[in-house]
T-cell receptor, first 116, second 112 residues
């Protein structure tokens, strides 16, 4: 189902708690991304990674952290510093630069995070 | 940074009519403009894209036009069908860079 898997589908966070969203891809893509989707605000970039052990902040990185220890995996941690974490989180990946479709984003099916 | 504005936020059309969604971008260096379709409860998927060296691209019932001077691009869907109902996102980026900026989305409803 697309080769990029997000889990869990639904996640609940308590006050002061850190939660981690999983994103795994078996497409052999170098670049991976995390987007946050809020109603009426489109997709906003949280973090992206172009290669293992390297990642860059996006437009709304505050309150989030990531790691990229393996090519296939790009987990996102929503920390207690993120005061408004309720949103739909989408992970994406894109092919290597030498591929003609390297600009195309392949999305996972998303994780809905809610605050208890 | 890049800023992409998208209009309208909602659009209702009768089945068989055409639908047009418009976007503007701010960074004149942007040269790649994809459109993504997100059906209810599903992941966004690329439906068409255009690079700045062309002014128009068509794929069956969908087409995209680009006006670099005005920094404006549009999605055109002809002969709309109920399965076209979805949220459509425009986006802009610079080829070779990984950062893609999305518009706020247009919810298209095709009325049978």
């Amino acid at each position: 189902d697309g080769g990029i898997t997000q889990s869990p589908k639904y996640l609940f966070r308590k006050e002061g708690q850190n939660v981690t969203l999983s994103c795994e891809q078996n497409l052999n893509h170098d670049a991976m991304y995390w987007y946050r989707q809020d109603p009426g605000q489109g997709l906003r970039l949280i973090y992206y990674s172009q290669i293992v052990n390297d990642f860059q902040k996006g437009d709304i990185a505050e309150g989030y952290s990531v790691s990229r220890e393996k090519k296939e995996s790009f987990p996102l941690t929503v920390t207690s510093a993120q005061k408004n974490p309720t949103a739909f989180y989408l992970c994406a990946s894109s092919p290597p630069d030498y591929r003609p479709t390297n600009e195309k984003l392949f999305f996972g099916s998303g994780t809905q995070l809610s605050v208890l | 940074g890049e800023n992409v504005e998208q209009h309208p936020s909602t659009l209702s059309v009768q089945e068989g009519d055409s639908a047009v969604i418009k976007c503007t971008y701010s960074d004149s260096a942007s040269n790649y403009f994809p459109w993504y379709k997100q059906e209810l409860g599903k992941r966004p998927q690329l439906i068409i894209d255009i690079r700045s060296n062309v002014g128009e691209k068509k794929d069956q019932r969908i087409a995209v036009t680009l006006n670099k001077t005005a920094k404006h691009f549009s999605l055109h869907i002809t002969e709309t069908q109920p399965e076209d109902s979805a949220v459509y996102f425009c986006a802009a980026s610079k080829l070779g860079y990984q950062k893609v900026t999305f518009g706020t989305g247009t919810k298209l409803q095709v009325i049978p």
